[in-house]
């Protein structure tokens, strides 16, 4: 069967998912994730229908690194026959200030998103190792990059610059946006099941352990929370959202903190863990009698309200919002708080669709449709990835 094999490369994780190419399009057949890499390496795997296919833990030494990550990865494949690889689809997280699209990998290419590892030095190492990998192992196998920036490159100059000077902007330092691959995934469904919203102005709020919000303005994106890095806009697990750099130079200044400690703390210490002092995980906070959770989810909420506002602003006024991501699809909780703070736009809650989990959760008279829509980061690669390699659906 020939198949898609969808890469998500983090630096302590490998999620992957098999697609197979079949009459119509794509279906999924496997999704699975190495976790712990060079900690307490486990392999988790399950079929399309949810059903497990492996669960076993490895020595550290066995999967020390990346590079040990992909071949175990590739052994579990192996052992499960069945499938020929067309292609394999790649989360690359920046696309920098060129991309505007999902892209063919080739040498020239590779070399341009290196130069982006400045841009994302966390994240696009991570990125780029296993195309390198599969460069050498497999030359003639094509290779796709899809990068979370791309869906955003249609803002215009003034909305995705910082007022600092030009130089920088011309060097990168630009408002590029995260998330946009769940944002154009979100647009294509809202064109399949609401084709009226989809034409009009929708904010989509992505709550994962990562947070964004997007405006799109019939199914462009317009503007977006996120900005030079992933750790703007929206306060997340473990990331502080929007923050005076004020407070960036008091810790390095006054405080004396390294860089390195200072990067540790925005990126792992801030957010839900750092303002709850007890987890980055919404679940435990909504779960829990300790105020200092109540408090973390009133700055949440907040916060997101804040920013609807904004791109309502951007947008001229607001015909949708859609919640997604894993607080936006399963938690009507935190649903329900967000959907209060945009009544003064015309938004009303209908609380049974809401605990339901509904596509449209609003009352008929509501001005403003509110809808939970499940992301799927991972077709919409698998879909870019066909569509580049121009494979004929059988
Ligand atoms: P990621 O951003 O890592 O891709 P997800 O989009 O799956 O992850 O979001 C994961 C987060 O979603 C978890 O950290 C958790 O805070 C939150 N979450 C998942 N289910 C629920 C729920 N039922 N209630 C509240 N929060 C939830």
Redesign the pocket.
């Known amino acids: 069967m020939r198949s898609i094999l969808v890469i998500n490369a983090g630096s302590s994780s490998l999620k992957f998912q098999v697609f197979a190419i079949v009459e119509g399009g794509l279906e999924r057949r496997v999704r699975g994730q190495m976790d712990g890499v060079g900690g307490r390496p486990r392999l988790k795997a399950s079929d399309g229908d949810g059903e497990s296919l492996v669960d076993r833990a490895y020595d550290a030494a066995e999967v020390a690194d990346l590079p040990a990550a992909i071949d175990a990865v590739q052994a579990f494949l192996r052992s499960l026959g069945g499938f020929t690889l067309a292609a394999i689809g790649h989360r690359v997280v920046h696309g920098g200030p060129d991309f505007t699209d999902a892209v063919l990998i080739d040498p020239a290419v590779l070399d341009k998103l290196s130069h982006y590892q400045d841009l994302a030095p966390l994240h696009q190492p991570n990125n780029l190792a296993p195309i390198r990998l599969a460069m050498e192992i497999a030359p003639d196998l094509p290779q796709v990059a899809c990068f979370d920036t791309a869906f955003h490159r249609g803002h215009a100059a003034h909305t995705d610059c910082y007022a600092i000077p030009r130089k920088l902007y011309d060097e990168g330092v630009r408002r590029y946006g995260f998330h946009g691959l769940s944002y154009e995934y979100i647009a294509e469904r809202l064109r399949a099941v609401a084709p009226d919203i989809a034409a009009g102005r929708v904010v989509v709020a992505?709550?994962?352990?990562?947070?964004s919000m997007c405006a799109l303005a019939g199914g462009r994106s317009i503007e977006s929370t996120m900005g030079f890095t992933a750790l703007d806009g929206l306060p997340m697990?473990t990331r502080p959202g929007q923050l005076d750099p004020g407070v960036v130079l008091y810790l390095l200044d006054q405080k004396g903190m390294s860089v390195g400690a200072v990067t540790d703390l925005l990126y792992r210490g801030s957010g839900?863990k750092g303002l709850s002092g007890l987890s980055?995980?919404?679940?435990?906070?909504?779960d829990s009698d300790d105020p200092r959770a109540a408090f973390a989810i009133d700055h949440f909420v907040h916060r997101a309200a804040l920013s609807a506002g904004q791109l309502a602003a951007a947008l001229g006024g607001l015909d949708a919002f859609v919640f997604?991501?894993?607080?936006?699809?399963?938690?009507p909780?935190?649903r329900a708080r967000i959907a209060e703070r945009l009544a003064w736009l015309g938004a009303e809650l209908d609380p049974a669709a809401n605990e339901a989990g509904e596509l449209v959760i609003s009352t008929a008279g509501s001005r403003v449709a509110l809808m939970v829509v499940p992301?799927d980061?991972e077709l919409m690669i698998a879909r870019h990835t066909l569509a580049l390699i121009g494979d004929p659906v059988a």
């Open positions: 992505h709550l994962g352990s990562g947070a697990g839900l980055n995980d919404m679940r435990d906070l909504v997604t991501a894993g607080i936006g699809e399963h938690s909780v935190i992301t980061e």
